[in-house]
């Protein structure tokens, strides 16, 4: 039986030490024993893994993807001995890579972190905040947050909240402005948009007899996350259409106000964590999940 798990050890820490050398020193290998492990690796796959140069090594697309893969099987044969040899128990630990976008992480999940890591001192959270759409296995990211459909079968999810879309805006823009009393009023106000949009940005309505419309929208600001909306609502600059989740408490405080609610298609959105389908799941990647699901609502 050939020793694929050793060939992918081998493999790894030649891409992360970008040297047959050095990685032979940290396997006891000679430099010539892992450069045949990994050319007979390459025979095997039927494709090549790593360019090589006199100067430096680097990875194909295809020793990026063998590489990801390779370090998330190896990273769970790791924690399945820990828990074997600690009498079957799974302790979450190890680098926990979380992407989300900007105002759910902030609204959220970064208020969860200091708790999360009193429970779980021995994961190492990396969260990174961000509005554009990521590949979570290209990306390395072990959750993703997102809103909307779900496109990728391949990725399971779990729901972490429903929330609703307003358009809002401060008391002071309104009473400058005016209030809009109708969709076709919006051609008279300035309309916070977003530049991730590759369209005209169209908001959606609903007159009173159910019938459904939509409307383009302009103004002379955009931004690309929701954070940045909220505060130019805020400072007066606009009306924008979010996510009600995020601005609750400014609704509620009454520095932000919800207009055409007639008109409101009462359109949800659908917020879940997605991770890559794994019959066994990192303890790590499963505790932040229930951890969320428990503290979100």
């Known amino acids: 039986m050939d020793n694929r798990i050793g060939e992918m050890d081998v493999f790894v820490q030649v891409a992360g030490l970008q040297s047959f050398s050095a990685a032979g020193r940290k396997l006891r290998l000679s430099p010539s024993a892992v450069s045949k492990l990994v050319t007979r690796l390459e025979d095997r796959l039927g494709t090549r893994l790593l360019v090589r140069t006199t100067r430096a090594l680097k990875l194909t697309p295809e020793g990026e993807i ?4 390779s370090r998330r099987i190896l990273a769970d044969i790791e924690e399945t001995e820990r828990a074997v040899s600690a009498g079957g128990t799974t302790v979450a630990r190890g680098r926990l890579r979380v992407s989300t976008s900007v105002a759910f992480g902030v609204r959220y999940i970064v208020p969860l972190v200091p708790d999360f ?21 290209g990306e390395r990211a072990d959750i993703a947050i997102r809103s909307g459909a779900l496109r990728d079968s391949s990725l399971k999810a779990r729901k972490l909240l429903e929330s609703r879309r307003v358009i809002v805006a401060s008391p002071d823009y309104l009473k400058r402005a005016g209030i809009p009393e109708s969709p076709e009023d919006l051609d008279r106000h300035n309309c916070l948009t977003f530049s991730f949009r590759s369209t005209a940005e169209e908001w959606p309505f609903r007159i009173p007899n159910g019938d459904r419309f939509s409307r383009p929208v302009f103004g002379n600001l955009e931004t ?15 009306l924008a259409r979010v996510g009600q989740f995020h601005v609750q408490p400014d609704i509620d405080a009454g520095t932000l106000v919800p207009v055409l609610e007639t008109y409101n298609p009462e359109d949800t959105e659908l917020i879940h964590a997605v991770y890559p389908g794994h019959e066994h799941l990192a303890a790590r990647i499963r505790a932040f999940i229930d951890f969320l699901v428990e503290n979100i609502h």
Do not use: F, H, Q, W
Request: glycine share 10%.
């Open 66 to 69: 063998y590489l990801e893969r």
């Open 117 to 137: 890591l009193k429970l779980y001192p021995e994961v190492d959270l990396d969260l990174a905040l961000s509005d554009g759409i990521i590949d979570i296995v």
């Open 224 to 238: 690309n996350n929701g954070p940045t909306a909220r505060s130019l609502c805020l400072a007066g600059l606009g």
